[in-house]
């Protein structure tokens, strides 16, 4: 190892097997039976995915990775040995298909936005952070579009990427290649139009194909420039950090990241959504700071901005140890909560019924606190509850007073009860990071065992729908189906296993207080018949406990402070059993176990653990955030 690890032994003997204990590991079989089905039933030999059609714009190309992008993640937390050669078989199938569509040149996306890009590139990331060895070379080379200004895509004069759809191809002008962006009634209806100043509101509507807020003023005023979602390139920039420990990659995102900060702090506190070619926030909106691709007038709204902030801040914060940057998501956040109102989700502007209907189940009838997602000339419109996964990814990230202050309170404002767990489904495989916080705050107890459920029914679920659709030939507007059976789901895994939530999906990292290395196998994740239950994940006291299933097999597994190596375990409380438990053959009952628990200093960010047969053991853990310079390296050095 890298570094020399402690090493500590359990005792204490597993007599009845916790039941989030067996119900982990019958997960994690189901989910390898149901990436082998998928694989058997939508994919061909090569990798790619079974479709005949073509792709008739610039959307499209995320559609064949997201069935796939938490692949990898399981793999991570302890799949199947064989799962990480079948992601990069159809990680390599899938670029072959999309060059083959005119989508990629290069391995990479020629141009479109980094909402989507952010999407479709987590698969890249956990394959290299599962396989750095691998995919150490491929991470540079994208993240390089970026730092070089050559590749045409970044002003390094005025930081900024010189257009919302850029890659491979460097900068591409326009929103679509299409004269109008493809918009259709229903979704004027719902979501109204980005320019709507374009047209006076006592105007006539003109017909969406001579629509100037959808024609040429949207792709010359929308189809250059700086958009707010390119924050999102700074996890394709700190993925290359991570895999090759370069500086430069640290450099840029200071720069980059950096120079939003010092626009939002110019707004107020709230980052704009656009800047102009000559480097000016509103140059091209007639001096606007809303009303962007992707931005604040957008369908969108908060949704995609928190997230693209939020995958931009703790990127450089990540590479850089500055967590000043996580400033502007601050003062993002509290600017939409202190103009929330306190109303019945029914009774709302919301343009996105249906997301929030299902996660709110009957409270959907509550009052609760909404917040606004978009902002027009009109001022601040399309009133939602708050997506928690921003807040909680902040909060994880620094372990701050103010940040937990921030969801306590958003938790009191809220009309619905944060300990339930609702069987929904939404598009991130996320959406559960209120009840786990209340069951971090210690009054949830069951959450466990109600989050595994839910994700067995959920894998079942999807697995059903992939047997009745399997075989079907899709047309380009249904090309959603891959995701939505996609039978791999990994959020309870992840807040359970690794204390961390489930990624930041437009392009973020992943998060975790720690991470688990198979010592027998020399690969990332739990050894085979090994649960683990993070409980806490307070600094000065993060408790995992590892149970060992097999009655006859030993284990041994390397606990990481960590995502990427980063936290240092200053020191481990361990539990262990007094000898003599079993009692003399000549006995009927067996003793009860007698535990008590000592400490260990680590002083390294590993800590070895022996899990003898049939033994568990629970950690408390003294951790000491980022104490060391984050990266993909193994415990054993590659």
Not at 206 to 224: I, K, N, S, V, Y
């Amino acid at each position: 190892m890298t570094h020399r690890a402690t090493t500590v032994t359990a005792s204490v003997p597993v007599l009845d097997p916790p039941a989030w204990a067996l119900s982990q590991r019958a997960l994690l079989d189901l989910l390898d039976s149901g990436w082998r089905l998928f694989s058997a039933r939508y994919t061909r030999p090569d990798g790619s995915l079974r479709y005949e059609g073509r792709l008739s714009s610039r959307d499209g190309a995320d559609d064949f990775f997201e069935p796939f992008f938490n692949w990898p993640q399981l793999y991570l937390l302890g799949g199947a040995d064989d799962l990480l050669e079948t992601c990069a078989r159809h990680w390599h199938g899938v670029v072959a298909q999309m060059t083959g569509l005119g989508m990629f040149a290069d391995e990479f996306e020629i141009g479109y936005d980094w909402f989507h890009q952010g999407e479709s590139l987590l698969f890249t990331y956990f394959l290299t952070a599962a396989d750095p060895v691998a995919w150490t070379e491929r991470a540079t080379r994208f993240a390089d579009l970026y730092l070089f200004p050559a590749k045409g895509n970044y002003d390094p004069d005025l930081r900024i990427i010189k257009a919302p759809h850029n890659g491979s191809r460097g900068a591409r002008e326009g929103v679509s290649d299409s004269p109008a962006y493809p918009w259709t009634e229903a979704e004027a209806a719902q979501y109204g139009y980005p320019l709507d100043w374009l047209v006076p509101g006592d105007a006539p509507v003109p017909p969406l194909a001579g629509d100037p807020r959808l024609g040429e003023e949207m792709q010359r005023r929308l189809g250059r420039g700086d958009a707010v979602g390119n924050l999102s390139v700074a996890g394709l920039v700190c993925n290359a950090y991570l895999a090759s420990g370069e500086r430069r990659y640290a450099d840029w995102l200071r720069d980059y990241v950096g120079a939003w900060q010092r626009r939002a702090e110019a707004n107020g506190g709230v980052v704009p959504d656009n800047v102009g070619l000559d480097g000016v926030v509103g140059s091209q909106l007639d001096g606007r700071w809303y009303g962007g691709h992707y931005g604040w007038t957008w369908p969108h709204g908060l949704y995609s901005i928190g997230q693209a902030a939020a995958v931009g801040a703790l990127s450089a914060a990540l590479a850089t140890g500055d967590d000043g940057y996580l400033g502007f998501v601050r003062s993002l956040l509290d600017a939409v909560i202190e103009r929330g109102v306190k109303l019945a989700f029914d009774e709302s502007d919301s343009a996105n019924q249906g997301r929030w209907r299902a996660h709110l189940g009957p409270d959907a009838y509550v009052p609760t606190l909404l917040v606004p997602y978009r902002h027009s000339d009109k001022g601040w419109f399309d009133h939602n509850p708050i997506q928690t996964s921003v807040p909680f990814a902040l909060w994880h990230h620094t372990g701050a007073a103010e940040d937990r202050a921030r969801l306590d309170a958003l938790r009191a404002a809220s009309g619905y009860d944060w300990a339930t767990v609702r069987p929904f489904r939404d598009k991130e495989e996320a959406g559960h990071e209120e009840p786990w916080y209340a069951y971090l705050c210690g009054d949830n107890p069951d959450y466990p065992e109600r989050i595994l459920a839910a994700a067995h029914a959920q894998a079942r679920r999807r697995i059903a729908l992939l047997l009745a659709n399997a075989g079907r030939d899709l047309p380009e507007e249904a090309i959603h189906l891959w995701q939505n059976v996609n039978p791999v789901v990994t959020e309870a895994l992840a807040q359970l296993m690794w204390g961390g939530p489930q990624v930041v999906y437009n392009g973020g990292l992943q998060q975790a207080r720690v991470r688990y290395f198979d010592a027998g196998r020399r690969r990332p994740g739990v050894p085979d018949q090994v649960a683990a239950l993070v409980s806490a994940i307070e600094p000065e006291a993060t408790v995992v406990t590892l149970v060992n299933l097999s009655a006859t097999c030993d284990r041994t597994i390397v606990v990481q402070g960590g995502a990427f190596g980063e936290h240092e375990i200053v020191s481990a409380a361990a539990t262990a059993a007094e000898p003599g438990w079993t009692g003399h053959d000549t006995e009927y009952v067996h003793h009860e176990p007698v535990v008590s628990a000592a400490e260990h200093a680590v002083g390294g960010p590993y800590l070895t653990v022996e899990l003898p047969a049939g033994t568990m053991i629970t950690l408390t853990l003294r951790l000491r955030l980022r104490a060391y310079r984050p990266s993909y390296r193994s415990p054993w050095g590659a």
